[in-house]
């Protein structure tokens, strides 16, 4: 009978004490980088932990399952966008200056590899809690766009809504679209010409290589 020899892993040696919030940013970095790269789905708790340089205990510590350092994630990314639409001035925007600060923000979060991953998104949309969560997000974050769209575009908040949806939309489908076919989409090209139609073309688009 043949015997088969375990592997042994070498033993994480843990990083000294560390505050709970620097261990929480060590585990959702870590994650963040592995759901990158290999999908939601192929990443253990025990991958996290280690790229992070804990233990499995440790992470288990500060996050209940794999999915509630998703949704972290997720409500990180969510509590970001919120702040970039916030403005001391009150100053309303055109539909142009929306499109506009939607790529900003993908361009300072550095994630548009997970936001517009359509293996990564087809696999955590299948997760019921998830999809709610992101469901939820979603229509917050077009009340937040409709409140600072200009009147002008709209005579009542269900119209601005309603062209909040439709400019979350088209940004999505341009990134998408990007995705599959990186030849044929400029995404900052498209954006002036949205600018354009609506004669508010005033904010400069940072062009993002690659």
Do not use: W
């Not at 002008?152 to 995705?179: P, Q, V, W």
């Amino acid at each position: 009978m043949t015997t088969v020899k375990r592997q042994n892993r070498p033993k994480i040696k843990q990083s000294p004490k560390l505050p709970a919030a620097t261990r929480r940013e060590q585990l959702l970095k870590a994650a963040q980088a592995l759901f990158i790269k290999q999908g939601y789905r192929a990443t253990t708790t025990e991958a996290i932990a280690r790229r992070a340089g804990l233990t499995k205990g440790a992470l288990y510590f500060h996050f209940k399952s794999k999915e509630g350092i998703l949704r972290e994630l997720l409500r990180r990314a969510a509590d970001q966008f919120a702040a970039a639409f916030e403005s001391p001035t009150g100053k309303s925007l055109s539909p142009g200056d929306v499109l506009t600060l939607l790529r900003k923000i993908d361009a300072r979060r550095n994630m548009p590899k997970t936001r517009h991953s359509l293996d990564l998104r087809a696999e955590v949309l299948k997760l019921p809690r998830v999809r709610a969560h992101v469901n939820k997000m979603a229509r917050k974050a077009i009340e937040v766009v409709a409140a600072r769209l200009d009147p002008e575009y709209g005579k009542d908040k269900k119209r601005r809504r309603e062209l909040a949806i439709l400019i979350f939309s088209l940004y999505d489908g341009l990134t998408l679209r990007r995705l599959m076919s990186p030849k044929l989409i400029s995404i900052d090209r498209q954006i002036r010409l949205f600018a354009s139609l609506f004669g508010r073309a005033k904010t400069e688009i940072p062009v993002r290589r690659g």
